[in-house]
């Protein structure tokens, strides 16, 4: 027979397996980043231009060679863009080869944009080789800046690989040459407009350049793009929307603090990243008790679906809960959202209030408490006074008791009033479940000519019939006897517990 | 403010503070469950013990039950307060 313990070890073994085998699948296989298109030229005719061939457009100055690359013929100028399938986070591998650096400037560069029709969008990125020192380097400029941020060498003839990779989600993007280390993240320009990347374009000044094998490559890990940094509003509750149709959203929404007050209204909105506008998209109505009422920290879900004609992009959605609170002349109303972190603030409106008891219905008028005094003699009229005046300094106000029932009203739905409530419902609806037969226990009295009968419920008296025990009778009451005795003896000793 | 609102205040602050930190649900056992739950074996305790009341009085020994469950609450409730005092006296549990 098997110890507990080695139970216990093929228990712990057979779970441990498996977190080692997610552990493998986790990391053995890498995030593919992705890119928006792939070309390695081999299928494109030789000695043609790019401009052309596999959706490159642009000026007819690129050309293919012979073993499928791309390079400018002496005295070009090239440039040459295509566009494929949006990505909002991804990479990109370039191979290149340059035979010399004759200008400081950037001469041979690759720019990253979105693209339609053949229409640039304008550099978001870019990656360019020029001269530094006498020597080759690549470089890039940050989004917002005019710097120019120098990232590694570049030996001339040699083919070097080039990575780029990007995301939305940060606003960054980054350049590694030959699978050295990446540069910093790197602001992209105009992030206001940048929705992610569908298209690249190659430009040299100066047949020094060629290159080859435009290609998506695996990154280890999580891909290692940064966290997002908070912009507008500053949080983290920003989602990326790709889809233009059907968006379900849903979360939570917790009541602010609320002092006699109720909330009636709620409405869901989307918020745009960059426009900064809160454009009502959709609004839901959250299912409220049936007289309006929510609690304080209440937590309400709410869910919905909508379709919206976007562009991909940053949403977040926001919601404001309407609730007014009760002051004593005036009816505040509220609005809370979720940046507001649970703090409730006035709106500029404020309104004439109605009396209270329109909204509580059970609250009596306040001359139902206080004894109307007038036409009253001098000795009844003093008393009815001293009478009102010590409603006035003892008494609760009708408000205060009204306070006091919604509070008791809330704890009942609490641990353990709820639980205790329902058990003494549950003992309540099974007695007046059952149905008793009543016994057919008759006594007939023979002294007597006169025939009435009386229901004791127990005992039926025929005080002009015969005595009549049924068997039903005699064993029912049999047992009430015995409950009855059981019960007295019961409350001796509880009696003996409390003394 | 009269003396009873001030009594009351103080019962509202501490009801209110007490609501806050209670929870509406048990981990594992929620309150649908144990409504549910109750559901189910009122159901069944019907059928039984409308079966037995022949001969067996149901009603006085649910009578005598809520007479037993009420004094206990009612004891259990005077020991609780009469605990909180001690505390408050400085007295000990």
């Given at each position: 027979m098997k110890s507990p313990l080695v139970k216990k070890s093929w228990f712990i073994g057979l779970f441990g397996t498996l977190f080692l085998v997610f552990l493998f699948f986790s990391y053995a296989f890498p995030v593919l980043a992705q890119s928006p298109f792939e070309d390695d030229f081999n299928d494109y005719t030789a000695e043609?231009?790019?401009?052309?061939?596999?959706n490159w457009t642009g000026y007819n100055t690129w050309k293919i060679n012979d073993l499928g690359r791309v390079y400018l013929p002496v005295g070009g100028n090239g440039d040459n863009l295509k566009a494929g399938e949006l990505k909002t986070e991804g990479n990109w591998r370039l191979s290149v080869n340059i035979t010399g650096c004759p200008y400081a400037y950037s001469y041979f560069n690759a720019s990253f944009s979105t693209s339609s029709s053949g229409s640039w969008s304008g550099d978001y990125f870019y990656w360019g080789i020029g001269k530094k020192d006498d020597e080759c380097w690549l470089s890039t400029i940050e989004g917002g800046t005019s710097t120019t941020t120098y990232l590694s060498k570049i030996s001339p003839n040699e083919w070097h690989t080039i990575d780029i990779q990007w995301s939305l989600n940060s606003l960054k993007f980054r350049v590694r040459v030959d699978e050295e280390d990446w540069s910093e993240w790197l602001s992209v320009s105009s992030p206001e407009y940048f929705k992610g990347i569908n298209a690249i374009r190659i430009k040299s000044r100066i047949d020094l350049a060629e290159f080859d094998d435009l290609e998506h490559i695996p990154i280890s890990g999580t891909g290692g793009y940064p966290d997002v940094e908070p912009t507008?509003?500053?949080?983290?509750k920003w989602n990326y929307i790709s889809?233009?149709?059907?968006i379900s959203f849903s979360g939570e929404i917790v009541v602010p603090e609320l002092y006699n007050g109720y909330c009636f209204n709620l409405w869901i909105f989307l918020n745009d990243r960059w426009s900064a506008t809160t454009t009502q998209k959709t609004q839901l109505i959250i299912p409220f008790d049936e007289d309006f009422r929510v609690e304080t920290n209440e937590i309400l879900p709410y869910s919905t679906t909508t379709n919206i004609e976007i562009v991909p992009n940053l949403m977040k959605v926001s919601y404001i809960l309407h609730c007014f609170n009760f002051d004593k002349n005036e009816l505040e109303l509220f609005e809370h959202d979720?940046?507001?972190?649970?703090s409730i603030y006035p709106l500029a409106i404020n309104l004439p209030s109605p009396p209270l008891s329109e909204y509580i219905t059970e609250l009596p008028e306040p001359e139902e408490y206080f004894?109307?005094?007038?036409?009253?003699t001098t000795f009844d009229w003093l008393f009815c006074k001293l009478k009102n005046l010590f409603v006035e300094i003892i008494l609760p106000t009708p408000v205060k008791k009204q306070e006091l029932e919604n509070e008791i009203t809330k704890i009942s739905t609490k641990f353990p009033v709820n639980y205790l409530s329902e058990s003494f419902l549950f003992i309540s609806d099974i007695s007046s479940g059952i149905t008793e037969t009543e016994p057919d226990l008759v006594i007939t009295a023979p002294f007597t000519n006169t025939t009435s009968s009386i229901d004791f419920s127990l005992v039926k008296l025929n005080l002009g019939g015969t005595l009549n025990l049924t068997l039903q009778s005699i064993i029912k009451t049999f047992f009430s006897v015995l409950l009855i005795f059981l019960f007295i003896k019961w409350l001796l000793g509880f009696l003996g517990d409390i003394f | 403010m009269s003396l009873g609102d001030a009594i009351l205040n103080g019962i509202i602050f501490f009801i209110q503070k007490l609501t806050g930190l209670l929870p509406k649900n048990i981990p594992f056992f929620s309150f649908e469950t144990f409504q549910a739950l109750l559901n189910s074996v009122e159901n069944f305790s019907t059928t039984i013990l409308n079966s037995i009341s022949w001969f067996f009085p149901i009603a006085l020994l649910f009578t005598l039950l809520k007479v037993m469950v009420y004094s206990y609450l009612a004891l259990f409730s005077f020991k609780t307060m009469r605990f909180l005092v001690n505390l408050l006296r400085g007295a000990g549990a």
């Open positions: 043609h231009y790019l401009n052309g061939q596999g507008y509003p500053e949080d983290e889809t233009t149709t059907d979720e940046n507001a972190t649970l004894e109307n005094c007038e036409g009253l | -």
